[in-house]
């Protein structure tokens, strides 16, 4: 009620206030822990590639002629490092899109002290929570669930844990937020063309950006593309298409004067779907953990990496079409499993360290909300939506042509928590005017939290955390002068693992 009192400016002042002392509050706890330094030791993930990649930016020039390349335990074990190079296309190629190791040359240019990029990254995890309110507000035309879907992403806490680790993933976020944004106010612009004109270079601009940041743009820019060409030809404002495409390309144009000048194809942006195809997809992988299938080998030496002989073995490594359905509607329903499966960084170590990251909301309290509002949208066939049900569609291919890891999952939040919005508001308005409908929306709610916690919960609260980060914290609180962090986190560590030796 007091919030509601609040005039717009005040209201504006105090959610910004709160949103920065949640995010100061992560940073504070963060930048006091081990957490600082493990992407620097930990060679096995993209963290510390994205650290050698953006430091080979530095020495080589904004051109990077060669990129640095991950060497891994598991890639050690299936191939030498120069067969990998052969089917990656050669080493110019960069391993995965560049956007985000650019960011972080350009952040260790201006300051070579790391804590200053997890800072601009709390700020980024802040922008993002006021682009999903803006988002909803749109959506909606409703200032309430604007309002709603900004708190929810105030408290979600895996936005927490990802705006500290180095990965381009937030970026990825706030450039699909933008996307999204930009395309509901292309819808607000009506028939004022200089203004649609203005809007469609942003969008060009903003879909050429998230090609260099997130390989998922290779399927969203197809389908935005062809909606807008359909929006251009009714209106016949072929003009605004003119400034789409040149948005487009004044995006990509340092990366196709850098393929240019190095000699790698011009479209270029990464060169890792193979293995991430045959990860997500051949027989025996699982959709809650990252495993190596046995066929991964092979495949790749049979298909020398090209990307659609890649997927023709992949799938034939399943006896049958049933065996891809089960691992596609395991991977399907491992989106509604409470375990946040990792892969760079643990959430429930960082659960530990960070109270935002501990005491926030998690992925199964917003997805089953989120869908309740998808299927309102749907029945009630909002057009307001169309925008949220297109990008629905290339977001949740992104994660399921791969693993739905945590990390990955989470760019469908984007969309669940203004839907989930909607959902609460409609929830509301429904207990004045139809309590009947009430009922069967609460009931909706409490059935599907319920089956996240028990049918849909695969892995065991017991196997939720893994050694890998407290093995290598231990000694990084040792070697920074810490001796009673290291104890308290070894004691931690035979708590959680009795049994084993850090």
């Not at 381009?168 to 933008?178: E, F, P, S, V």
């Not at 209106?235 to 000699?263: D, E, H, K, M, T």
């Not at 790698?264 to 990860?279: D, G, H, K, T, V």
């Not at 139809?434 to 028990?454: E, Y």
Request: proline share 6%; aromatic share 14%.
């Amino acid at each position: 009620m007091f919030f509601k009192k609040l005039n717009p400016w005040h209201r504006f002042a105090l959610a910004g206030l709160v949103l920065a002392v949640l995010y100061g509050l992560h940073f504070l706890c963060c930048s006091r822990s081990a957490l600082v330094e493990i992407p620097f030791v930990y060679g096995e993930s993209d963290m510390y590639a994205n650290l050698k990649w953006a430091q080979s930016i530095q020495t080589q020039g904004w051109l990077n002629p060669h990129p640095y390349h991950p060497d891994t335990v598991w890639m050690q074990q299936i191939a030498p490092w120069n067969q990998w190079v052969q089917w990656w296309g050669g080493d110019v190629i960069f391993q995965q899109s560049p956007l985000y190791a650019y960011f972080l040359s350009a952040m260790f240019w201006l300051n070579g002290n790391v804590l200053y990029v997890h800072l601009v990254q709390a700020l980024l995890g802040m922008g993002l929570c006021a682009l999903t309110g803006l988002i909803a507000r749109r959506v909606a035309g409703d200032t309430r669930v604007g309002w709603i879907a900004f708190w929810l992403a105030a408290l979600y806490s895996p936005y927490y844990a990802y705006s500290w680790t180095l990965l381009r993933d937030l970026l990825g976020w706030i450039i699909t937020a933008i996307l999204l944004l930009l395309l509901l106010e292309l819808d607000l612009s009506g028939a004022n063309k200089r203004k649609t004109n203005w809007l469609m270079c942003a969008l060009g601009f903003a879909l050429g950006l998230g090609y260099l940041a997130r390989e998922t743009f290779f399927l969203i820019i197809p389908l935005v593309l062809a909606a807008l060409a359909v929006r251009v030809i009714r209106s016949r404002n072929y003009p605004a298409f003119a400034c789409l495409i040149v948005g487009l390309f004044v995006a990509l144009s340092p990366l196709l004067i850098r393929n240019a000048q190095v000699g790698a194809p011009l479209f270029s942006a990464s060169n890792r779907f193979a293995e991430a195809f045959i990860e997500g997809n051949a027989r025996g992988v699982r959709a809650d953990q990252f495993l190596i299938p046995p066929s991964m080998p092979a495949i790749l030496a049979q298909t020398a990496g090209k990307p659609l002989p890649v997927v023709v073995a992949t799938l034939k490594t399943h006896p049958d079409p049933w065996s891809l359905i089960h691992l596609q509607t395991q991977k399907l329903l491992s989106l509604f499993d409470p375990y946040e499966s990792p892969d760079n960084l643990s959430i429930y170590f960082m659960a530990h360290i960070s109270p935002p990251v501990r005491w926030g909301l998690s992925h199964w309290m917003i997805i089953i909300p989120g869908i309740g509002g998808l299927i309102l949208s749907l029945r009630a066939l909002d057009r307001r939506h169309f925008w949220l049900w297109l990008l629905l569609l290339p977001l949740l291919a992104g994660v399921l042509i791969g693993l739905p890891l945590s990390r990955y999952r989470q760019s469908l939040v984007i969309l669940w928590i203004p839907w989930a919005a909607w959902f609460l508001v409609a929830l509301a308005r429904m207990f004045s005017q139809n309590r009947r409908t009430a009922c069967l929306m609460v009931a909706f709610l409490l059935l599907g939290w319920t089956s996240c916690l028990t049918i849909l919960s695969v892995v065991p609260r017991s196997k939720y955390e893994r050694t890998a980060e407290y093995t290598l914290a231990i000694p990084i609180y040792v070697h920074l002068g810490q001796p009673d962090k290291a104890r308290e986190l070894l004691q931690l560590f035979h708590e959680k693992f009795p049994g084993q030796e850090p």
